[in-house]
Structures are given as structure tokens and as C-alpha cells.
């Protein structure tokens, strides 16, 4: 694409920001540059690219292109979400300190808790949506707010915009797991945040076959300081996973509009089954963070938990599903359904999962695109034995 992508809408930028033809052939799809150095024309002349740690043509189209889409100022790719979150903790230094949402990714925790700690970070965990426990937290060594909007699996909404405001009146930054919606339903920098996080794993790949991360930020020196981190731990994503993200990235309109209209259906058939004792869906009007989901966000995104009561209800529906399948992980184009207590808490210890409220009879679905009426389908077969 030619010229600035300023006034171009989101899906027009999906398709083309950061992707301009390739200078060799003219190819419109930017290729797969599989190579690990680059030829010198002569000592002290070359191309700009020297070695593929450091600068890769496929991974920066990507890392532009999700820059774009999230309004920051650069995007770096990372070989997992969790090393884009390793790097962004980089930011902290021993001694300081970091608030963060108590309900956040089962492998965010361990990270933080386990190995983190180890090096002097301290963390407060906080129940975020109420903003009055993040100002309560904040300490003169906090350096950075980190939160999920919603959260997993709890499915809670925190104010980003206040947030912000909290962490900068304390001289921090706050951070923003955006996997769950995907800059086509929210942009966390518009709403004052320092920093975005994508496990591209989820919704920005959407075909659940590549594991990577990105993290994008605002400011040129936060920008300038990952990509030392970047090139100094070497944690990149692959040549090839890049092409396969900024090839799902080009559908993410199209599909988080239809993975939003079959979560819909599905939240409102489990709202009404018999067997079902909660639901959790921020689309559904009672849900607590609906209204400040409908400002901060223009959508409600595709993952819902519900109670089954018991894990024996749990167990004997998930093992009769037929279309869903029973996976960890989410945002694919294909309905992956879930037991968080076993599954992906299940590194969070058991008492500090029924303090967050993961009981053994929820279950967290992320709703695909597949044809809905086979999805309500398979749902209700499953229910009326569970
Ligand atoms: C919200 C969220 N953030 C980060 C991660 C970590 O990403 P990855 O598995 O790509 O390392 C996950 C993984 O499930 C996640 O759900």
C-alpha cells in the first residue's frame, strides 16, 4: 500500500498497513524471507538488514501492521504471548512494583509469581473492575498498572481510562492484555494506556495454528528499549509464523463480527438452559461491566463462562460435545471449549482459583465461526444428558 493509512478504515489497514508490494518481484502477499543473515555488498555497505534476529522484512510487516491497528507508535513480534509479556516486564527493575488484575492468564501469574519474584519485582493482586483497589495498591515503587479487559475466565471488565488515570497520577504506565478483543473491538491506547499485549496465538492468528505475541507501545523510547530487548533476548517470532498472523489479521473483521454473532446465541441458549446456574457474557445486559464495555469497546468479543454446578455436570457434557472441541486455548475460527480449574488455571492453586470464583462446575467457551445452528445444536444435545 502507498501513503498514510490515517483515514483508512480498519479493515482496509487489516489488509494492507505495513505490507507494501515486494521491492524484488512486485509480489502483493509480503513473502516469507526464510533467511538468517544478509549478504554485504561490500564492507560497510549493505541493505539495512544484517543479521535475522535483529531485522526480519516479514516479521516488521507484521509488527507494523499491528502497530497500525492499535494506534501505537511500533509493534514488536515475539515467539510466544508470554515472552511479549516477559519483555514489557522488563520495564521493572528490582525493588519496584507492579499492580496487577488478580484474574489474569493462568500463565501470567506463574510468570510473575513463580519466576519474577525471584529477581525482587514485587506484585500486588488486585480485583481491577473496582478502580478504588488499584488506587489503594499503588505504592511511590509501582511502576506499571497491568491488566485484562475482560478477564479470564471470569469474564470481568476494568475502566481502562481510569486505570490510566490511576498509574499516571502515581508516575507509572499501565499495560493492557488486549488478546481477548482484538483491536477491531478495542484500542487500549485510545484509552491512555502505555502499553498493548496480543498472545497473536488467539483472535489476530484466528486458525489456531501458530503460537506468537506482540507488544506494542506509544512512546518512541519505550518503543526504542524493546527493540534492544527484542534483539538482546532474541525471543522473535518465526519468518513463517509472521506470515501466517498477518495472514489471519487480513479476516479479523469478517470473523470477529461473526464470532460475536454466534456468541450472542450461544450466551442467550446457555442463559436459558435449565441446567445452566450462571452465565457470564458481557453482552448480556446483566452482566456488571456491559454498560462500561459498551463505551470502552464495539464489542463484546466471543468468550463466555458458564456454571455447570458440579465437575461430574461438567465432565459428562464436555464429553458428549461433538462440533466443540475440548481445547485449551481460544480465538480460533473453531469453537474451543474448556474446564479452566483443570485445564488453563490449572497452575493456579486451587484455593487462589476459588477465591477468583473458578469453581469446578465452569466451563469458558470461545464461540467460533462454524454455521451457529450446528453449534446450539451440539450445545443443547450435550446439556440435556450433562
Ligand atoms: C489473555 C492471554 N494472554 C496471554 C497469553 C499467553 O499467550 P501464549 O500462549 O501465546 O504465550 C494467553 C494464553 O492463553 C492468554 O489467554
Not at 133 to 159: F, G, Q, S
Not at 216 to 232: M, R
Not at 247 to 255: D, E, F
Request: aromatic share 8%.
Amino acid at each position: 500500500m502507498k501513503g498514510d493509512t490515517k483515514n483508512l478504515g480498519f479493515s482496509t489497514r487489516a489488509i494492507h498497513a505495513g505490507q507494501a508490494p515486494d521491492p524484488t518481484t512486485g509480489s502483493v502477499t509480503v513473502p516469507i524471507y526464510q533467511t538468517s543473515t544478509y549478504i554485504h555488498e561490500e564492507l560497510g555497505v549493505h541493505k539495512g538488514y544484517e543479521y535475522a534476529r535483529v531485522q526480519n522484512p516479514t516479521r516488521e510487516a507484521l509488527q507494523d501492521n499491528i502497530a497500525d491497528l492499535e494506534g501505537g507508535i511500533a509493534g514488536h513480534a515475539f515467539a510466544s504471548g508470554m515472552s511479549a509479556i516477559a519483555t514489557l516486564l522488563t520495564t521493572v527493575k528490582t525493588g519496584e512494583h507492579v499492580v496487577c488484575s488478580q484474574n489474569v492468564y493462568g500463565g501470567t501469574y506463574r510468570f510473575f509469581h513463580h519466576i519474577l519474584e525471584r529477581y525482587g519485582l514485587s506484585f500486588s493482586w488486585v480485583n481491577s473492575p473496582d478502580l478504588g483497589e488499584i488506587e489503594r495498591a499503588m505504592t511511590p515503587k509501582t511502576r506499571l498498572v497491568y491488566i485484562e479487559t475482560p478477564t479470564n475466565p471470569m469474564i470481568e471488565v476494568t475502566d481502562i481510562a481510569g486505570a490510566a488515570r490511576i498509574a499516571h497520577s502515581h508516575g507509572a504506565k499501565l499495560a493492557v492484555d488486549n488478546t481477548f478483543m482484538s483491536p477491531y473491538f478495542q484500542r487500549p491506547l485510545e484509552h491512555d494506556a502505555d502499553f498493548v499485549i496480543h498472545s497473536t496465538t488467539k483472535f489476530l492468528n484466528g486458525h489456531s495454528d501458530s503460537i506468537g505475541g506482540a507488544l506494542v507501545a506509544k512512546s518512541a523510547d519505550d518503543a526504542e528499549w524493546f527493540s534492544f530487548v527484542q534483539k538482546s533476548e532474541g525471543a522473535i517470532l518465526s519468518p513463517f509464523d509472521s506470515f501466517l498472523v498477518l495472514r489471519g489479521i487480513k479476516t479479523l473483521g469478517v470473523r470477529m463480527d461473526r464470532h460475536e454473532i454466534n456468541a450472542r446465541a450461544v450466551a442467550d441458549l446457555l442463559k436459558r438452559h435449565p441446567k445452566v446456574r450462571s452465565v457470564l457474557y458481557p453482552g448480556l445486559a446483566d452482566h456488571p461491566g456491559h454498560d462500561l464495555q459498551k463505551r470502552q469497546a464495539s464489542g463484546f468479543g466471543a468468550l463466555i463462562a458458564f456454571d455447570l454446578g458440579s465437575e461430574d455436570a461438567a465432565r459428562s457434557f464436555l464429553n458428549r460435545l461433538q462440533v466443540l472441541s475440548l481445547a485449551e486455548s481460544l480465538g480460533g475460527v473453531e469453537t474451543l471449549i474448556s474446564h479452566p480449574a483443570s485445564m488453563t488455571h490449572a497452575s493456579v492453586p486451587v484455593e487462589r482459583q476459588a477465591k477468583l470464583g473458578i469453581t469446578r462446575g465452569m466451563i469458558r467457551v470461545s464461540v467460533g465461526i462454524e454455521d451457529l445452528n450446528d453449534l446450539l445444536a451440539d450445545l443443547d444435545r450435550a446439556l440435556s444428558v450433562a
